[in-house]
């Protein structure tokens, strides 16, 4: 890791030091938009082409039979299962608390408005496979589409799908497993195929290829939304002299191991902390199965030395980092200024683990510093609001000259006339 101290640092050198690396594309947008356009016009049959090209498996169909999705469930062992539900637990507990009430009120007399609340009727979600097979990804993508109320819930996952990762889809109520990966599967949610289901909106983390796909279905108006956009993980750590240094390292190497592209910030006031910290990443990330992954990763982060707390959390805001963790004497007296966080882990005892999997929280964020204007995957997003108003004759009566002048102001003489008809007819029945 990189070494820097904040305060000997220039206003452009600093906005240097908090500026991710580059995401490369290497015209990744001219190759994916050819692969969505294959998909569009070739259906199941480009897709089982693109799934022997692209992931070298060789299928006969696109979706798992419920044998398949039997047979894999009945080789998750018991253990594994009932982690799962402890998971699936805690989710659920946490997402159903959000369910939202509808809103009803006279804002004046005759004058009713009211929210309510509907779900997206069919959501896509997309679970990375490779060497890391997300099984928390399933939860936390299904639990609040099911807890929403969403119609149809399909999942995507690239061949051959891990076991646990159909056993979880399974339990979790999605209705069907797509063995489809990369832009392919982001393309097919997006459009629909003969086998495919077209979904309304793609939920779920990917790699570049997936996160240009799911870009390019979102700008069109035929494609799907999407949850938010991404970039590779990250995580910032606040700490002070009273933090303990192995905690801080494996805090880093969790997200280290993600990919190479990842990126770990140690914030700290305390030189000493940092050189503790340092010795403990040697030491762990020789134990590690992923080392060389995560040795890339740390390798392009970073330490920033600052004056005190309150400009380490000056530095965090600025930085707006997906995964947040302090681990300082009073981490919960920091908590009301900071403010641009995906996800805030207070306190030694909480590892930015326990939100991956099991605390309850959604680990889907917000990254590459869109935590500044986009928040944690949750109910709402898998749900849309709408308002209804209702006015009575009086209602209409009291506010009809207001809208009326507002409307003659902005010269939109249909505006107006719409509510000078009803007044007027109003006036003859008195």
């Given amino acids: 890791m990189k070494t820097l101290d904040w305060n000997q640092l220039s206003d452009a050198e600093q906005a240097l030091a908090l500026r991710r690396p580059a995401l490369a ?31 070298k498996a060789e299928r006969r169909s696109l979706r798992l039979s419920e044998q398949e999705i039997d047979a894999a469930a009945g080789r998750v062992s018991e253990e594994l299962k009932a982690a799962i539900e402890l998971a699936i637990g805690n989710i659920s507990a946490f997402h159903r608390a959000q369910v939202p009430a509808p809103i009803s009120l006279d804002t004046q007399p005759g004058v009713r408005c009211e929210l309510h609340f509907q779900p997206i009727e069919k959501v896509g979600l997309y679970v990375p496979g490779g060497s890391a097979p997300l099984v928390s990804t399933v939860m936390m993508l299904a639990i609040p589409a099911r807890l929403a109320g969403c119609e149809r819930v399909v999942l995507c996952s690239p061949p051959p799908v891990n076991d646990a990762i159909v056993y979880t889809a399974k339990r979790c109520g999605v209705d069907a497993i797509y063995t489809l990966g990369g832009a392919q599967a ?43 956009p991404a970039g590779p993980s990250e995580v910032l750590v606040i700490a002070d002299e009273s933090a303990d240094a192995a905690f801080i390292a494996s805090d880093l190497l969790s997200q280290a191991e993600h990919g190479p592209d990842s990126q770990v910030v140690l914030v700290t006031p305390s030189q000493d902390l940092a050189a503790r910290v340092y010795q403990a990443l040697a030491e762990q990330l020789a ?12 390798d392009n982060s970073l330490t920033l030395l600052c004056r005190d707390l309150e400009q380490a959390a000056a530095i965090s805001n600025a930085y707006a980092p997906e995964h947040l963790i302090v681990q300082t004497e009073d981490p919960r007296a920091l908590l009301p200024k900071l403010k641009n966080a995906g996800s805030i882990f207070l306190g030694a005892w909480t590892p930015e683990s326990v939100g991956d999997y099991a605390s309850g929280t959604n680990h889907t964020l917000p990254t590459y510093g869109y935590a500044r204007t986009y928040s944690s995957l949750g109910l709402a997003d898998y749900q849309r609001r709408y308002t209804v108003q209702e006015l009575s004759p009086a209602g209409l009566q009291a506010i009809g000259p207001a809208v009326e002048l507002l409307a003659a102001t902005e010269t939109l003489d249909a505006h107006k006339n719409a509510v000078s008809l009803r007044l007027a007819k109003l006036e003859k029945q008195q």
Avoid: C, H
């Fill in 287 to 298: 134990q590690l199965s992923r080392r060389d992954i995560a040795a890339q990763a740390i």
């Fill in 25 to 55: 594309q290497g015209g990744r947008d001219a190759q994916v938009a050819d692969i969505i356009n294959k998909v569009r016009a070739g259906g199941d049959a480009t897709l089982l082409q693109l799934t022997r090209d692209l992931d």
């Fill in 186 to 228: 982001v393309a097919a949610m997006a459009y629909g195929s003969e086998t495919v289901t077209k979904v309304d909106k793609i939920f779920g983390p990917g790699n570049t290829w997936v996160t240009e796909a799911k870009r390019q279905v979102a700008a069109d108006v035929e494609g799907a939304a999407i949850d938010m």
